[in-house]
T-cell receptor
Framework: DSGVTQTPKHLITATGQRVTLRCSPR?????VYWYQQSLDQGLQFLIQ???????AKGNILERFSAQQFPDLHSELNLSSLELGDSALYFC???????????FGPGTRLTVL | QKEVEQDPGPLSVPEGAIVSLNCTYS??????FMWYRQYSRKGPELLMY????GNKEDGRFTAQVDKSSKYISLFIRDSQPSDSATYLC???????????FGTGTRLQVFP
């Protein structure tokens, strides 16, 4: 157990809908990262927050957004969902910049 | 060409064998190198974390980084059936925490 928690474990929804994925980092970790894992693209970095501020952006679609709250938990919002958004979404956390990242168990999103 | 290349396998070995997993990369700015193990439908688990060139050992696992060749390796000694999983290499440059992952190598250790 990495200490990173994610909810929900599974999410099934329809095209065009909006969902929110939640992540709680390890105790004391200030950085939160979101990754998407699909069969054809592998693990792809989406976005990073550090102590409430956006720090880095990867290949994140404009339909996706994230935030980190004062208690350091983070949410990833996915809207206008498409079939191709079906994937595993992972959250990771680290204690400081440049440090190793610990991953949560992931949320499996299925868009029908 | 992808920034990080990794043979997808599968790699099938008998229990007790020494396993060698490798990644090559093209970005000379990469400074931090990691190996993750991922069981089916689970989150990646950090195995090894190294900075710059050299070797690092942790139990049955040894990570090697050769920056001159842009090549990293993970060795698993005395492999066990419980080591059967997908192994992902990951790396990041000095000025960002964004991890770039290889596609993963699927390892099967049979009794």
């Amino acid at each position: 157990d990495s200490g990173v928690t994610q909810t929900p474990k599974h999410l099934i929804t329809a095209t065009g809908q909006r969902v929110t994925l939640r992540c709680s980092p390890r105790s004391g970790d200030l950085s939160v990262y979101w990754y998407q894992q699909s069969l054809d693209q592998g693990l792809q970095f989406l976005i990073q927050y550090y102590n409430g501020e956006e720090r880095a952006k990867g290949n994140i679609l404009e339909r996706f957004s994230a935030q980190q709250f004062p208690d350091l938990h983070s949410e990833l919002n996915l809207s206008s969902l498409e079939l191709g958004d079906s994937a595993l979404y992972f959250c990771a956390s680290s204690s400081r910049m440049g440090n190793e990242q610990f991953f949560g168990p992931g949320t499996r999103l299925t868009v029908l | 060409q992808k920034e990080v290349e990794q043979d997808p396998g599968p790699l099938s070995v008998p229990e007790g064998a020494i396993v060698s997993l490798n990644c090559t990369y093209s970005n000379s700015a990469f400074q931090y190198f990691m190996w993750y193990r991922q069981y089916s439908r689970k989150g990646p688990e950090l195995l090894m974390y190294t900075y710059s060139s050299g070797n690092k050992e942790d139990g049955r696992f040894t990570a090697q980084v050769d920056k001159s060749s842009k090549y990293i390796s993970l060795f698993i000694r005395d492999s066990q059936p419980s080591d059967s999983a997908t192994y992902l290499c990951a790396m990041s440059p000095y000025n960002t925490d964004k991890l770039i992952f290889g596609t993963g190598t699927r390892l099967q250790v049979f009794p």
